[in-house]
């Protein structure tokens, strides 16, 4: 099932913004959320991702060097929900976001994109100076 993102928008460098991503109906015992981002002059990069078992809580984490200490990916109360909350937020992390998930742990390869099987539409992100 496609994933649905929000939360997206503008804000001035050292400020925040928290994503969310809706993806109903996973049905694996283990599955991989994760977020990526892609500006239009770069290849899509992995941010952040998460493993998940289905009934469970939490889960291992994985971050990019570039955004390790300013953003966090947790799974909300609602379980299939991901937010991921971006703090000292810099004009570099302005970008569409994608959210993307796939059926198995995330393991070594959470950044890369193609284990992925669903995508989200992405939201923009956009960091002023």
């Known amino acids: 099932v496609q994933p649905v993102e929000s939360g997206g928008g503008s804000v001035q460098a050292g400020g925040s913004l928290r994503l969310s991503c809706a993806a109903p109906?996973?049905?694996?015992?283990?599955?991989?959320m994760g977020w990526f981002r892609q500006d239009p002059e770069k290849e899509r990069e992995g941010v952040a991702a998460?493993?998940?078992?289905?009934?469970?809580?939490?889960?291992?984490?994985y971050y990019a060097d570039s955004v390790k200490g300013r953003f966090t990916i947790s799974r909300t109360r609602d379980k299939n929900t991901l937010s991921l909350e971006m703090s000292s937020l810099k004009p570099e992390d302005s970008a569409m976001y994608y959210c993307?998930?796939?059926?198995?742990?995330?393991?070594?390869?959470?950044?890369?994109?193609?284990?992925?099987?669903?995508w989200g539409q992405g939201t923009q992100v956009t960091v002023s100076s």
């Open positions: 993307a998930t796939r059926g198995d742990r995330c393991g070594s390869s959470w950044s890369d994109d193609g284990e992925y099987q669903y």
């Open positions: 998460i493993s998940l078992f289905n009934g469970g809580v939490g889960g291992t984490t």
């Open positions: 109906g996973v049905t694996s015992r283990y599955f991989c």
